[in-house]
């Protein structure tokens, strides 16, 4: 058995061709499709601004309740009627909801594909929302949130986001509610928004084989009763940095160990450095070749994984750390994640450092975007965040153009070691003192 002493070095991005994007507007929508010759199999998604960012504060989790009681049935068929609909096409009814956007699709042999958008469309603009079924969805949600929030993550989630952004602000709130939030949602408040966002006209999103899809059939099923406008998007919130690092502390009594959630704000998605940005990130601690875990994974044993990323949505992004250490070694493990990032936002990346990166990257979309449901969201990063069409065509270009100076002049100008905000979830009594001690920012209670 041979044993290799050195990492070996990264192989060549495989190419990539990203499909010819078709646009059009029909019905009174748009409509966006990607050209998939020979597919047998086909995507079609409605596109709607219904996500997170469009709900009241307090009212935590609607979007996420409104999709699930989608599922509930239609006012022409009951919840059995409308899933033995979809399932004698072959189908089910996918749904998805993210800050910028709220996403209703089907995938089915290509031949099908009218049918399943007009019973896609019926569930969005004609949906049953019995009052007890409802209640029920959003009891069954809540109950979730609460198993999953008694698990590490999500407070030391919650008190990041609420730091950064202001927890006056819906963006300073989790993107899926809590389980308070969503508890408190009542009928009126899922049918008043179903009534004010999901019947607008939206974009109809289709990857599949053009020449044997009728994208006018298509979109007059998807906009058939649509009514209302496009509401205004808003511009990139200016959120601004934190002067001095704090250490956020949530009590978790008798945690074996710590999570941790380090963080600062970041520009937003469409932000013209968002190419060396992410390279950036990829460098610190986006791969398991990364620096942050090659230190405090590999070289310190202080956890399995350690991340780092730029977060980006259509108006504000984040920067942010996530990992979990053992409760004896927090402080040391924060000192060297703060210590790491400020030498790559001092000192730049190497050429081998990016190489690395940019192979990864660049390879990664030969892998990730091959599916039509792949190609479907790629479109819907167009069209949420005004990208030109050929976005993803050049973007493997672009990763691997990247030059040394530009991804270092990145990580320069958007990280800010001083400006973050360290949040722990961790064992107060047997953490506090080391926290205090360490010297990397005010120590508070969250």
Do not use: C
């Not at 808003?234 to 008798?254: C, H, Q, T, W, Y």
């Not at 310190?300 to 990323?309: L, P």
């Not at 994640?337 to 190489?355: H, K, N, P, Y």
């Amino acid at each position: 058995m041979t044993l290799i002493s050195e990492r070996p070095g990264p192989g060549a991005a495989r190419p990539y061709r990203f499909p010819p994007v078709v646009r059009r507007s029909v019905a009174g929508g748009d409509v966006v499709a990607a050209h998939l010759p020979g597919h047998n199999l086909a995507v079609a998604a409605l596109l709607l601004d219904a996500g997170a960012g469009r709900e009241p504060v307090g009212r935590e989790g609607l979007a996420v309740v409104v999709a699930k009681a989608l599922e509930e049935g239609t006012t022409r068929r009951d919840s059995t009627a409308y899933a033995l609909a979809l399932e004698n096409l072959g189908t089910e009814l996918f749904t998805a909801s993210d800050w910028d956007s709220f996403q209703v699709s089907v995938q089915v042999p290509v031949q099908r594909l009218l049918p399943a958008v007009e019973l896609l469309a019926e569930a969005v603009r004609t949906p049953r929302l019995d009052p007890e079924d409802v209640t029920r969805v959003r009891d069954d949600e809540a109950t979730a949130l609460r198993m999953d929030w008694a698990n590490p993550g999500p407070r030391a989630d919650a008190a990041l986001r609420a730091d950064l952004f202001g927890p006056g602000m819906r963006h300073g709130r989790p993107m899926d509610g809590d389980p308070e939030s969503v508890a408190a949602l009542g009928v009126d408040d899922v049918t008043g928004y179903h009534a004010e966002w999901l019947t607008r006209p939206g974009t109809l999103l289709v990857a599949g084989d053009l020449d044997r899809i009728d994208l006018d059939a298509l979109a007059a099923a998807a906009f058939a009763g649509a009514t209302g406008r496009p509401a205004d998007a808003g511009g990139p919130f200016d959120v601004a940095l934190r002067d001095e690092r704090r250490i956020i502390l949530v009590d978790r009594p008798s945690s074996v160990q710590s999570t941790l959630r380090l963080g600062h704000v970041a520009p937003h998605r469409a932000h013209p450095d968002h190419v060396p940005m992410v390279l950036a990130g990829t460098v610190l601690g986006g791969a398991f070749t990364s620096r942050l875990n090659h230190l405090i994974r590999e070289v310190r044993g202080y956890t399995y994984g350690i991340r780092a990323d730029f977060g980006t949505s259509r108006r504000f992004g984040r920067f942010t750390v996530s990992s979990g250490v053992q409760t004896a070694v927090t402080a040391p493990a924060l000192v060297d994640a703060v210590g790491e990032i400020s030498r790559t936002q001092a000192d730049g990346v190497t050429e081998e450092e990016l190489a690395v990166a940019r192979s990864w990257r660049a390879g990664q979309l030969s892998v990730e975007l091959q599916t039509p449901r792949a190609i479907v969201s790629a479109l819907a990063t167009l069209v949420v965040h005004g990208l030109p069409d050929d976005y993803h065509a050049t973007l493997r270009e672009q990763l691997l153009s990247a030059t040394e100076a530009e991804v270092s002049a990145a990580a320069a100008r958007y990280l800010h070691p001083q400006g973050l905000t360290l949040v722990v979830e961790g064992d107060a009594a047997l953490i506090r003192d080391e926290l205090v001690a360490a010297g990397l920012g005010e120590v508070v209670d969250g």
